[in-house]
């Protein structure tokens, strides 16, 4: 039997090691366009490879945003505890981390991929560098009364090759300098099947407000956030850390926020777009009578200054200018002494701290993504084997199915998990 995988991310490696250990006997090949494997996890977890998340099984379904029901079979099959018992009997030793993040030991994400080409140079798979598949090969032949479509081989920019089951593991359409380019769902529409539309996530926000220019490196911790849309229904809401970076907002909960406003703000029908606000609360451990005293308590401390010049226990240095600027928008004199504050001023202080709003202008690009959101339709794969539907020995593996996960670790579970799943059914039917 031949086997064919193409492409060399954390996915197709995990698939062409499965399918050469589950059946020995077939002949498995891995095509990777790029001049080494998985270039992609030379980047992730800032180069140290969050290759996995050590939260119990049973929870780490939980971190998927699209489909996550469709992945039961797949996680079930191959766990994040074999992810990591894998690793760790093939050298590469791994450590948790804060949110249970796990990481080798060496801090290098090299060490995940030196570690996988061990086991598919172990275990026999022909890897194939430098070469790009450029389009499937399926025929047809009556079945009783229906007809069944089936792969027969692929053409690369090297040739042609005869193959008996393919994988595909192209990845998305995110950081296309790493080659994942987005072929598979090429692929996956010339074999009839659907793709669902695309869309960059785990991603920055852009925001419309010029204010954002004078708040570039500020980190913001522990507030909290909602996005609503013009009808001021919450779309989404987080708590945790929120980072201003070049005239844009990232950090964990804009990232996590990113994947459920993605489509609202890139979708191509003009009909699903929303105008989206985001809402900051920089204080949302304390109840407004909490933060009427706070506020009080400060004005003591500062009360021979303005009320520009007492703010500074209360936020970031770099936030205060930007904060006063809206503040006297909303009609506060803030040169007036603390002492003379009205209650109403003092008001307008606590609600802009609880609505520090800014207006959502759109997403970072695939350049910039994590991920990829949307892609091969999950409706036209058995969960079970995470073959086509629709043609017999035509697999998907990894980021080019649509399903993405939230950050720590469950983007690479997710192709480690569809990767095994896909190669052992390949190898085994
Ligand atoms: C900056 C960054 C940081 C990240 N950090 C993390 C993290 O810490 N933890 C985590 O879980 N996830 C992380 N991710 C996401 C994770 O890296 C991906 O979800 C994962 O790599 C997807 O694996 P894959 O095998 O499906 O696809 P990919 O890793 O994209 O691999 C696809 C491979 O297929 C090859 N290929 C494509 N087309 C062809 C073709 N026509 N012929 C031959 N070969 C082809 C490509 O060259 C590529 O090597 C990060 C992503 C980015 C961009």
């Given at each position: 039997m031949k086997i064919v995988v193409i492409g060399g991310g954390p996915a197709g490696m995990m698939a062409a090691y499965a399918a050469k250990s589950e059946n020995p006997e077939a002949q498995v090949t891995l095509l990777e366009k790029?001049?080494?494997?998985?270039k992609k996890i030379f980047i992730t977890g800032k180069g140290?490879?969050?290759?996995?998340?050590?939260?119990n099984t049973e929870d780490?379904?939980?971190?998927?945003?699209?489909?996550?029901?469709?992945l039961y079979s797949a996680i079930y099959d191959f766990t994040n505890k074999d992810v990591i018992k894998l690793m760790e009997k093939g050298g590469c030793r791994v450590k948790i981390e804060r949110g249970d993040r796990v990481f080798p030991v060496s801090d290098h994400a090299y060490s995940i991929t030196d570690c996988l080409k061990r086991y598919l140079k172990k275990s026999g798979v022909n890897i194939v560098y430098n070469t790009c598949v450029k389009s499937l090969l399926i025929s047809e032949k009556k079945d009783s009364d229906q007809i069944l479509r089936y792969v027969t081989g692929l053409e690369t920019d090297k040739g042609h090759l005869n193959a008996d089951r393919i994988i595909v593991a192209?990845?998305?359409?995110?950081?296309?300098?790493?080659?994942?380019?987005?072929d598979g769902y090429r692929f996956a529409e010339s074999a009839g099947m659907q793709v669902t539309e695309c869309f960059p996530s785990l991603v920055s926000l852009d925001v419309h407000?010029?204010?954002?220019?004078?708040?570039?490196?500020l980190k913001l911790k522990n507030i909290s956030i909602e996005i609503k849309d013009e009808q001021g229904k919450v779309v989404y809401q987080d708590f945790g850390d929120l980072d201003f970076i070049n005239q844009a907002l990232s950090g964990p909960v804009i990232l996590s926020a990113s994947t459920h406003v993605t489509r609202f703000l890139?979708?191509?029908?003009?009909?699903?777009h929303k105008i989206l606000t985001l809402h900051i609360?920089?204080?949302?451990?304390?109840?407004d009578r909490q933060l009427d005293e706070r506020l009080l308590r400060d004005f003591n401390t500062y009360r021979n200054k303005e009320l520009r010049n007492a703010l500074s226990d209360l936020l970031p240095a770099t936030l205060i200018p930007v904060f006063l600027k809206r503040l006297e928008k909303?009609?506060?004199?803030?040169?007036?002494?603390v002492t003379v504050v009205s209650k109403e001023s003092r008001k307008k202080l606590l609600d802009l701290l609880r609505n520090f709003t800014y207006t959502i202008a759109g997403t970072g690009n695939f350049r910039e993504a994590i991920v990829t959101q949307?892609?091969?339709?999950?409706?036209?794969?058995?969960?079970?084997?995470?073959?086509?539907k629709k043609v017999q020995g035509l697999y998907f593996a990894g980021e080019v199915l649509d399903v993405d996960g939230y950050t720590g670790g469950f983007n690479m579970q997710m192709a480690f998990s569809t990767g095994h799943l896909a190669g052992v059914s390949a190898a085994k039917a």
């Open positions: 790029n001049e080494k494997l998985g140290r490879g969050n290759l996995t998340n050590a939260c780490l379904l939980e971190h998927y945003v699209t489909n996550p029901r469709f192209t990845g998305g359409l995110s950081y296309p300098s790493t080659g994942s380019t987005g407000e010029e204010d954002i220019r004078m708040l570039r490196g890139n979708a191509k029908d003009p009909k699903q609360n920089l204080k949302p451990a304390l109840t909303t009609g506060v004199d803030i040169n007036q002494k949307g892609g091969v339709s999950v409706k036209e794969i058995n969960p079970r084997t995470m073959e086509s």
